[in-house]
């Protein structure tokens, strides 16, 4: 299974663009490589997924090239509000189930 | 929207004592999870089933067991608790497509004493 490593903090100002960068060296053909946002006290909330190159949905998008090894989520323009950790993650099929590890996230904080 | 809905939000219990955390899922999803959640460790996976009566061990399943007798249930057992799995437990739910969302619950704060 892909393990995944990504910075363990990092600090924006409201307005900037953040981009978080997640490597995955081990990456399998089958795998997905799926994004999730966690607030305090919260369970994680999917943000995110993608296969390979770009995504984009209402809340960020996810920049994947082409040989996988790494993947990086953009949000564009933060708010006090994305304060959170953000867990990159790699998905695994097995007998039928789906078999994720979390790594430990990035805690981004957001000032004004 | 999908609601995962665990029974208790926080829980203190006594060394040795048998807990029991519940987990129910209101979207009729195949595939339940049970994660640990600690600091610096990030999460880490229990055991997940698949299917009813279905269960599969994940990265730390010592000391726990799981029971799935209905598709939307899932519950944690640890058979007699200890020191070591004072944790927030967060249960999670999917379909079974390849790539399919997980969908957390709000978590259990458990503190064994």
């Known amino acids: 299974l892909a393990k995944t490593t990504q910075p363990i903090s990092m600090d924006s100002y409201e307005g900037q663009e953040v981009n978080i960068t997640c490597s995955h060296n081990?990456?399998?053909?089958?795998?997905?490589i799926t994004w999730y946002q966690q607030f305090p006290s919260q369970g994680p909330r999917f943000i995110i997924q993608?296969?390979?190159t770009k995504v984009t949905n209402e809340v960020a998008s996810l920049f994947i090239p082409a040989d996988r090894k790494s993947s990086t989520l953009s949000l564009p323009r933060v708010s006090l509000s994305d304060t959170a950790v953000y867990y990159c993650?790699?998905?695994?099929?097995?007998?039928?189930?789906?078999?994720?590890?979390f790594g430990a996230g990035t805690r981004l904080f957001v000032k004004a | 929207d999908v609601k995962v809905t665990q029974s208790s939000r926080y829980l203190v219990k006594r060394t040795g004592e048998k807990v029991f955390l519940e987990c129910v899922q209101d979207?009729?999803?195949?595939?339940m999870f049970w994660y640990r959640q600690d600091p610096g460790l990030g999460l880490r996976l229990i055991y997940f089933?698949?299917?009813?009566?279905?269960?599969e061990k994940g990265d730390i399943p010592e000391g726990y067991s799981v029971s799935r007798e209905k598709k939307e249930r899932f519950s944690l057992i640890l058979e007699s608790a200890s020191t070591n799995q004072t944790s927030m437990y967060l249960c999670?739910?999917?379909?079974?497509?390849?790539?399919?969302?997980?969908?957390f619950g709000n978590g259990t704060r458990l503190t064994v004493t």
């Open positions: 993608g296969y390979k």
């Open positions: 993650l790699v998905g695994d099929i097995e007998t039928g189930g789906f078999k994720t590890i």
């Open positions: 089933s698949y299917d009813v009566k279905m269960k």
């Open positions: 081990n990456i399998a053909t089958n795998d997905y």
């Open positions: 999670a739910s999917s379909l079974p497509a390849q790539g399919e969302a997980l969908h």
């Open positions: 979207m009729d999803h195949e595939n």
